[in-house]
């Protein structure tokens, strides 16, 4: 497999600009697709069947639910038969993908059978596509998109080298047109794409990478700690995964921008969220939008949920009645997001959480108002602004306590522990640079952040920093990037002795 | 038709000018941008180059780091004798010393521990870029477990770093990490490629040694000299009951077969030499049959060593590195055997290896204090160890004294004169009891008495730190001397002596001697660098390692 965090990536994508924009303008579609599938083949063979079938299923989906509109006479009913064919099928592939080992086990346990052994494929990033094609066939089902005619051009919207792995999760419409035409070589767009990357693999390789270090040392071997460490650790896991996330999205993003192709944005500054629902609307945003239009708003609009509101009206009173409408499809979003997030048991419960938050928040709205106007809290004070940010960067915090240790188990001991001591002094002795951070490398990791964070604010202002950048004369330009580039190459943690080659949204 | 026109007619001519035109019109059209991002990666690459000789530094990747490789890359086809294999082809002799004595050009290229897979590797380097009339191949990695070359690939890294990054041949190099690859197939290639890759890390250990671009190359020609001495080692060869012979894995024999191959191919003549002295018997039966049937030469150290005046107790640095000492007396017996069986020009006066002359002074620099450092662990009287250290230069050397209990009771009168002109001012004869110390340097001396309290010294002396205390029969206690917060010796009743050489950084030597009886023998000797917890080689059970 070639990881955006190897010299064998850097060397590909290379290789892929320079033919890129050699092949003739019509015919730049093709390189991507080879270089795409030349990248995923690198995975394995197993993961390219698991591909293929699903790219043949939701092909063959869209275009028969296509032919059957086409008709003179459209039966919807049969369409809708070809889309829940189509949706069940790649649905399938990814639980077989998914749980099918666990699934297997199970029934053999229970029917106490001979064990078989069952060899575990995860295919790499089968969530991802699978949700894209999902997307596509109720699209195509909904009329909002028209079913692709050629295989190979809708091969390579689901295959596209830089969403496979993590996604963004891309809609056909926005991305598909643009993959299709070739782009002319701009300038401005290859040095603005290579930039994003750099920024990318800082943020990865610098900052991710580095927190890994701590965070896995105390979550693997959690018995040796105490107190306050987890909470340290807990916030180095956040900021980590945020890190690890956005910077990979940074990279494919980047890359894609250089050859001015833009993908949707997945990430928008999550810790200047000011409520729990306003982080997830900038947070992996593209499986928020994925959620929302094709779980949640169908449910909104069921007939079936509104009959029940109107039922409960009479029993629950009409406020409760109403918030039903919001309740259900909210609770099943988030317990379907915990579960595309992992199949333990910790995933199911990290994702209750955040339901119960955001519907508890969506639910209590107005007493919520009444409190801040009864406390005479002024609520557009910057102060109260900052709380509102802090409270809401706590309570991701404390989710990563659900998902970073990685068993539900070892969280209930963790949280057991944090409460069997109060030491404060942790952050005055040495304590933090024993735990797999040297004192060196922690002062790094804060430095990188507070860099983050600067440059976040500055975003956040609405000034864009590359523009901002290129305005700059070209001395000063030329030793940021520079700055960049050797930050990466001498603080990045990389090379045989280090594991931290992976991404964590990778395993979805 | 115009003479252009018929060069076009001319199909590779009409090609050219396509081409010059194309990159013309790239030229035109892209022209800013290309000196543009031409300047920006040229600038690029030359701080990365200037990043890469910062962090690529030696400072804590062992020994081998400095090989004599380089220098086989840098003077091509200059070179008489090649000894390879693991560390002892880098102690156990001293090419600086072959040239002086002898003019004959030789050079390690050994790494330590190095398997022998990677030595057929460095062979066929050496061979690219030299012509060695002779080859010395160390039999020790001969006898290496599979299990020990698994360990040293996957946990040695340094090591194997150290063998490959000395071959500049690309392809050699890249078989060579193929080889490496058979035992850790987690090795990232990048790090064998990139010097830079491989020490990013290093900004967490710069020094100003980094920063500078003279460094002084502390292995000469490849050798480093070892300057410690090991005590209480018993020669294992000696002693050694097994005659077995041991069988050579088959993996090694054939590294083995090409690389006598290689040699054969190249002219060059490969003598295997058995280079440790403490082997073990079943080791040299083996080696020797081994070279019986390949038809190599084969020289057994263990056999000839004690006709050059090697002595067990003051040429070992461990119980199977020479000391310099020892190198240099293995070394002669090398040249006169080298000498009476090739024909080799005298180097000495040729100009264009004036590369050796710059090692002289530091040769003997260094043979100085390792011979002063065997002088003064022979004595065993305190007056003759109180006339050795008078002729120490004071220059270079710090002496630490510190007494304990009732020194000074049965202090001869010749005693005390020596001891006054060491430099000391307080006249000791009539300090019964007294706790005293003194540090004596080219400063001057520093130094105190007390009867019934603890003296205590410390300070400064250029970078090295001391700390020196006494305890007399009054105060009671212990005494103690410390160099760069490290004990140097776990001090006896009686006065206490340290030396410490500053040129070098090391202790000449450490001792006590009991003048709280009449006699004075070396009572003990404690804490000298490398006297403590020295494993003894064991002889194998040769059952284990047949293949």
Redesign the interface.
């Known amino acids: 497999m070639i990881s955006f965090i190897s010299?064998k990536f850097l060397i590909f994508i290379s290789i892929t600009l320079f033919l890129y924009f050699l092949f003739p303008i019509k015919h730049r579609w093709l390189v991507l697709l080879g270089a795409s599938v030349f990248f995923y083949a690198c995975t394995g063979i197993e993961s390219i069947i698991f591909l293929i079938f699903t790219a043949i299923a939701s092909y063959i989906t869209a275009r028969n639910i296509e032919t059957i509109y086409a008709t003179a006479k459209p039966n919807r009913k049969r369409a809708r038969l070809h889309l829940i064919l189509g949706i069940s099928t790649t649905l399938v592939l990814l639980l077989y993908a998914k749980i099918g080992s666990s699934a297997f086990d199970a029934v053999t346990n229970i029917f106490s059978l001979k064990p078989i052994s069952f060899r575990e494929i995860v295919p790499l990033g089968i969530s991802y596509y699978t949700f894209s094609v999902i997307a596509y066939m109720t699209d195509v089902y909904w009329k909002k998109e028209r079913a692709e005619h050629n295989f190979f051009k809708f091969f390579l919207y689901m295959i596209y080298f830089p969403h496979i792995i993590q996604g963004p999760i891309p809609r056909y419409r926005r991305l598909a047109p643009q993959l299709i035409e070739g782009h002319k070589y701009n300038?401005k767009n290859l040095c603005y794409g290579l930039q994003r990357m750099i920024w990318g693999y800082f943020k990865k390789m610098v900052i991710a990478d580095r927190f890994a270090l701590l965070t896995s040392e105390v979550f693997n071997n959690y018995t040796s700690y105490e107190g306050l460490i987890f909470i340290v650790a807990a916030a180095c896991a956040a900021i980590e995964l945020y890190c690890d996330f956005s910077g990979c999205m940074d990279i494919a993003l980047g890359f894609s921008e250089s050859i001015s192709i833009y993908l949707d944005e997945n990430f928008q500054r999550p810790f200047f969220a000011k409520s729990a629902a306003e982080f997830w609307h900038r947070w992996h945003i593209t499986l928020g939008t994925w959620f929302k239009d094709y779980i949640y708003m169908p449910l909104v609009i069921n007939p079936t949920l509104a009959k029940l509101c109107q039922k409960s009206k009479k029993t629950l009173g009409s406020r409760f009645a109403k918030s039903l409408m919001s309740i259900i499809p909210l609770s099943a979003v988030w317990i379907l997001t915990g579960m595309w997030h992992g199949t333990g048991m910790n995933y199911i419960v990290w994702g209750c959480y955040w339901g119960i938050i955001i519907i508890i928040s969506t639910v209590f709205s107005p007493e919520f108002k009444n409190i801040t106007k009864a406390l005479k809290i002024n609520t557009t004070s910057h102060i109260y602004k900052c709380f509102q940010m802090i409270r809401t960067s706590l309570l991701y915090i404390v989710s990563r306590l659900l998902t970073a240790p990685g068993d539900l188990k070892i969280t209930g001991d963790i949280i057991q522990r944090i409460f069997s001591k109060f030491n404060l002094w942790i952050f005055f002795d040495e304590s933090l640079y024993n735990i797999g951070l040297?004192r060196?490398?922690f002062w790094i990791g804060i430095i990188s952040v507070f860099v983050l964070w600067k440059v976040s604010i500055i975003q956040e202002k609405g000034i864009k920093v590359r523009d901002k950048i290129s305005s700059y004369p070209i001395v000063l330009r030329?030793s940021i990037?520079?700055a960049g580039?050797?930050a990466i190459?001498?603080?990045?943690i990389?090379?045989?002795?280090q594991t931290g080659n992976t991404f964590v949204y990778m395993n979805y | 038709m115009t003479y252009f026109q018929k060069l076009l007619k001319y199909k590779p001519a009409k090609y050219m000018v396509y081409i010059i035109y194309f990159i013309y019109f790239i030229y035109r059209r892209y022209m800013k941008?290309t000196i543009k991002s031409v300047a920006?990666l040229l600038?690029?690459f030359m701080?990365?180059l200037g990043?890469q000789k910062v962090?690529y530094f030696p400072t804590n990747t062992g020994l081998s780091e400095f090989t004599g490789i380089d220098d086989i890359h840098k003077y091509k086809n200059s070179y008489d004798v090649c000894f390879l294999g693991p560390s002892t082809s880098i102690s156990n002799v001293c090419n600086q010393e072959l040239y002086e004595k002898y003019g004959i050009a030789g050079v390690s290229a050994a790494v330590s521990q190095q398997p022998i897979y990677l030595t057929r590797y460095t062979l066929e380097e050496v061979l690219k870029y030299q012509s060695p009339q002779v080859v010395f191949l160390d039999t020790r990695s001969l006898f290496y477990y599979e299990q020990a070359e698994r360990t040293m690939a996957l946990e040695n890294?340094p090591l194997v770093h150290s063998s490959l990054d000395v071959i500049n041949t690309l392809s050699i190099r890249k078989e060579a990490l193929e080889k490496v690859q058979l035992y850790n197939k987690?090795?990232?290639p990048?790090?064998y490629f990139s010097k830079?890759?491989?020490s990013?890390?290093n900004?967490?250990n710069l020094t100003k040694k980094n920063f500078n671009s003279n460094v002084e190359n502390v292995y000469m020609n490849g050798n480093v000299s070892f300057l410690d001495i090991v005590d209480n080692v018993s020669n294992t060869y000696e002693s050694s009951q097994n005659r077995n012979v041991l069988k050579i894995r088959l993996k090694i024999e054939k590294d083995f077969s090409e690389m006598v191959k290689m040699c054969e191919d190249a002219g060059t003549e490969l003598i295997l030499t058995m280079n440790y002295v403490n082997a073990v018997k079943s080791h040299h039966l083996a080696a020797k049959t081994l070279a019986k049937k390949y038809n190599v030469k084969y020289l057994n150290i263990n056999e000839f060593i004690y006709k050059t005046g090697f002595q067990h107790n003051l040429d070992l640095r461990d119980p199977i590195h020479f000391n310099l000492s020892g190198a240099i007396k293995w070394t002669h017996f090398l040249g006169e055997y080298l000498q009476k069986n090739y024909n080799f020009t005298d180097k000495r006066k040729d100009k264009t290896y004036q590369r050796y002359e710059k090692n002289r002074k530091i040769l003997q620099e260094q043979k100085e204090f390792i011979y002063t450092k065997q002088q003064l662990l022979s004595v065993s009287s305190f007056y003759k160890y109180l006339r050795e250290i008078n002729e120490l230069n004071l220059n270079e050397n710090i002496i630490l004294i510190s007494v304990n209990d009732d020194a000074m009771k049965n202090l001869t009168k010749v005693e005390a004169n020596l001891l006054q002109t060491l430099g000391l001012n307080i006249d000791l004869t009539n300090k019964n009891g007294c706790s005293y110390a003194a540090v004596i340097s080219s400063d001057g001396i520093q130094e105190d008495y007390s009867y019934l309290k603890t003296v205590t010294l410390d300070g400064k002396i250029n970078e090295t730190s001391y700390e020196v205390i006494s305890n007399g029969l009054q105060s009671g206690g212990n005494s103690s001397i410390s160099i760069n917060d490290t004990e140097t010796i776990q001090t006896g009743k009686g006065f206490n002596f340290t030396i410490y050489n500053t040129k070098f950084d090391k202790i000449t030597n450490s001792c006590f001697f009991d003048t709280t009886t009449t006699i004075n023998p070396v009572q003990s000797r404690y804490k000298t660098t490398t006297t403590t917890n020295i494993q003894q080689i064991t002889e194998p059970n040769i059952w284990e390692n047949i293949e």
Request: aromatic share 28%.
């Open positions: 010299i300038y040297d060196k490398d030329w990037y520079y580039i050797l190459i001498i603080f990045g990389y090379g045989s002795q | 941008i920006f600038i690029l701080l990365i990043v962090l890294e987690d090795i990232d990048f790090d830079l890759y491989y990013h890390d900004w967490k």
